[in-house]
């Protein structure tokens, strides 16, 4: 009797003990992460403003968690390469995803994807938000919003609207007022920021919607001519230039940046990313080189983060269906 005793106490103290083992490594494992070098994966080549803002956050949590953030470039396939390493890698914390509007945009611009953005990242944080600005050329005819609307319906399809390519945010922020606005133009893609700007400063192209970060110097020196700012709010930096919203109601676009991890990443890991890229977001030097950017902070949950990168989703869904954009 004893004896049956025994193993039957000895099994009933393991169940004991087995049932605790959840929530102890759940705490051990917060606490221990990381333990080894993190990737954060970007679909860009180095030195764009995703590139720098992967950097400017990876340096904060290494010098943060103790442990190397490592920033390794994916590019191609318009961010999707980088997406889907993510995707298949395990989830385990180890290896995150820069993600971006991009994301959101790809999700529906193209239709045969080996995975689903919404259902196979988990949100970890966003990080910050940059303005665009819709600027054009100092001969071009209209100098406000509602002038621009005027020439443009009395003129369809004559304004030719520069975007650094098929699906990148500048050209689906066009896409979005041509929507909202009832107007037509001609989109001209080009292959990155740099020679949009080339060709709309000598009178080439005449409308464009670029990240304030790029178009700034320009707008300054008088070379370009800011009408608006797509944002909901004005910028601190040009504060006489009014939002679009001002005169199209209801219409906002803005690049954005954040991180995400692979799906079934543990809670706890995605806490602890969050409320340390949160503190970060907070720091004045973070927000001083963010602003360098032309960006302001984006602290957000986990689950807040969740929800924006669902409504963007839908938002950019109906401007691609609507306007019949196809991938390169």
């Known amino acids: 009797m004893n004896a049956m005793k025994l ?63 490592v920033v390794e470039n994916r590019p191609g396939a318009g961010t999707n390469l980088a997406a889907e390493a993510v995707v298949r890698a395990p989830a385990d914390g180890y290896a995150l995803l820069l993600v971006g509007a991009t994301n959101t945009i790809n999700t529906t611009l193209y239709e045969k994807l080996s995975f689903n ?72 893609p080009y292959r990155g920021g740099g020679q949009v700007m080339t060709d709309l400063i000598a009178g080439q192209v005449q409308v464009s919607f670029i990240g304030l970060s790029v178009a700034i110097e320009h707008i300054k020196s008088g070379k370009l001519r800011a009408l608006a700012v797509t944002a909901a709010t004005r910028s601190d930096v040009l504060p006489d230039i009014p939002t679009v919203d001002e005169f199209v109601p209801g219409y906002e676009a803005s690049a954005w940046f954040g991180i995400g991890a692979p799906k079934n990443t543990p809670a706890d890991i995605v806490d602890k990313l969050n409320t340390e890229i949160n503190a970060g977001l907070a720091d004045p030097k973070m927000k001083a080189r963010l602003a360098d950017l032309g960006g302001t902070p984006m602290p957000m949950t986990p689950a807040g983060f969740t929800e924006f990168i669902a409504d963007e989703t839908e938002k950019w869904a109906k401007v691609i269906k609507f306007a019949g954009i196809k991938p390169e």
């Open 7 to 69: 193993p039957r106490r000895n099994f009933l103290r393991l169940a004991v003990a087995a049932a605790a083992l959840p929530a102890m490594s759940w705490v051990a494992r917060a606490q221990a992460y990381p333990t080894r070098p993190v990737r954060v994966i970007v679909g860009v080549t180095p030195g764009g403003a995703p590139d720098i803002v992967a950097r400017l956050v990876g340096q904060w949590l290494s010098e943060r968690l103790g442990q190397q953030f």
């Open 117 to 188: 953005f919404l259902r196979d990242i988990a949100p970890v944080a966003g990080i910050t938000r940059e303005r665009m600005v819709m600027v054009v050329h100092p001969s071009f005819p209209a100098k406000t919003v509602p002038e621009f609307i005027s020439y443009a319906k009395t003129n369809p399809r004559k304004v030719s609207m520069a975007s650094p390519g098929i699906g990148t945010t500048p050209h689906l922020a066009g896409e979005l007022f041509k929507m909202m606005a009832g107007i037509d133009m001609i989109h001209v």
